[in-house]
């Protein structure tokens, strides 16, 4: 639920419920932006719109790329939460499925997502930004995988490649249903790529913190040309004791 909607329970019907001061706060600064343009939009200017002061932007926001971003944090410490809950689903099931709690968020409000994505790709200050966080999402999972595969002797290297492979997935997915203007059916998308990354990465049967599989008894035997198939039976048998 978002603070928007929690101040509006207990309205009246028909009244409208007032937006809160976050929320309002990003409103300005998205009707600014797309006016003015990111770089030449100031706080003081947000807050103005805003009508609040500019210590109420701070409260909320650290930095004029903060607010267009103001849904990662919660989303972030939602998949750390979710992933730290005690689980026996399969690992990268389970990172997959930490992934689609941020698809949740973009999909409850397309328009402002794709609003969003028009305003980052323009701005190269802002790309930067969603870099460094989308690479702490791929931080989160890959410490959640390194703990799920604590038994193995390649889980960091496994980890690393999952967790960038599941926010490559979900990225792939995620742009492509922003550059249709978030017409098409993004769950389905985002299915097929996660998909794709569960069939790469899971091993049928494989169990969270399993190490390395013992390796099969090779016997090998040697024996002149024409022995007679019984008895290379019957070396076989008296070396593995069947």
Excluded at 94 to 121: G, I
Excluded at 155 to 163: C, D, F, Q
Excluded at 174 to 183: A, D, E, N, T, Y
Aim: net charge negative; proline share 4%.
């Amino acid at each position: 639920m978002t603070e928007a909607q929690g101040q509006g329970e207990g309205v009246a019907d028909g009244a409208v419920a007032k937006p809160s001061m976050r929320d309002a706060l990003i409103s300005a600064a998205f009707e600014l932006f797309v006016e003015r343009g990111f770089e030449q939009t100031t706080i003081d200017d947000i807050v103005r719109l805003a009508g609040v002061g500019r210590r109420s932007f701070f409260r909320y926001f650290p930095s004029k790329e903060d607010v267009v971003f103001p849904d990662h944090e919660q989303c972030l410490a939602e998949m750390t939460a979710f992933l730290e809950e005690a689980s026996e689903e399969e690992p990268v099931k389970r990172a997959c499925d930490a992934a689609r709690l941020v698809l949740r968020v973009y999909a409850a409000a397309p328009s402002f997502s794709v609003q969003r994505y028009r305003l980052t790709k323009s701005v190269p200050g802002l790309r930067t930004h969603e870099l460094a966080v989308v690479r702490r999402y791929e931080r989160t999972l890959s410490e959640y995988l390194q703990r799920r595969f604590a038994g193995r002797p390649d889980r960091g290297l496994r980890a690393e490649t999952i967790a960038a492979s599941v926010v490559a997935a979900h990225n792939h997915a995620l742009r492509s249903w922003l550059r249709s203007g978030g017409s098409e059916d993004v769950s389905a998308r985002m299915d097929h790529a996660l998909g794709f990354v569960q069939q790469s990465w899971s091993s049928p049967g494989e169990e969270a913190g399993e190490g390395e599989r013992e390796p099969e008894d090779v016997v090998v035997v040697i024996t002149k040309r024409g022995t007679p198939m019984w008895r290379v039976v019957q070396e076989i048998e008296s070396r593995t004791g069947g």
